[in-house]
């Protein structure tokens, strides 16, 4: 299935695989919520430092810091995020590192060097460098939308989501304290629900 052209099974599968992946100690498979911060940490071996300044970081040099959420730096095996917004929302701090997960098990092979998760309209400078910028228009490109549908099966998995509106139904609060997310990325996944299979 495609929505806003993302290949939804393919990202739902790579987010499956990747939680299927997860040792024991790491993840039991059905404890919310998901320990985002340890599967980056101890499967991918991915250091997570919370930067007040993301614009510091090699080939980010004029984008505004507050434009930036989250940087994966491929050369260095790290994942920055905004310290400000993790103080301020932990949801949005843990969909930031799932993204940047995202990019990291499906985009690491191009050539970039940085994957940049943007707050807001960002400049196009060092275009050769920054995948995600989003584009002038607001739109943003396809390995974004990918990294974003990533992080939220890999919060947010069928398998626990379809389990929990069983119990909860579609509430948004409820849903989001359990799987320790924000109300917008629930939202989100509760609305790709309706055209998930059903069991």
Request: charged letters at 25%; aromatic letters at 6%.
């Amino acid at each position: 299935m495609e929505t806003n052209g993302v290949d939804t099974d393919r990202v739902e599968a790579e987010a499956r695989r990747v939680l299927e992946s997860v040792p024991g100690y790491v993840w039991d498979g059905e404890s919310l919520p998901v320990p985002v911060d340890s599967i980056v940490e101890n499967v991918f071996g991915l250091l997570i430092r919370l930067v007040e300044d993301l614009s510091t970081a090699p080939g980010c040099e004029g984008i505004p810091p507050e434009n930036l959420s989250g940087l994966l730096l491929t050369s260095s095996g790290e994942i920055w995020v905004n310290a400000e917004e993790a103080r301020r929302w932990e949801g949005r701090r843990r969909f930031t590192i799932g993204h940047e997960l995202g990019h990291h098990v499906m985009h690491r092979a191009t050539r970039t060097r940085v994957f940049c998760r943007p707050v807001e309209v960002v400049s196009d400078e060092a275009p050769e460098q920054l995948a995600g910028a989003r584009s002038v228009g607001g739109e943003q490109p396809l390995p974004e939308l990918e990294a974003n549908a990533f992080a939220a099966a890999l919060m947010m998995p069928r398998h626990l989501m379809v389990g929990q509106c069983g119990r909860h139904g579609g509430d948004v609060d409820t849903l989001r304290a359990a799987f320790g997310s924000s109300e917008k990325a629930m939202k989100y996944r509760l609305d790709a629900m309706k055209s998930w299979p059903k069991p």
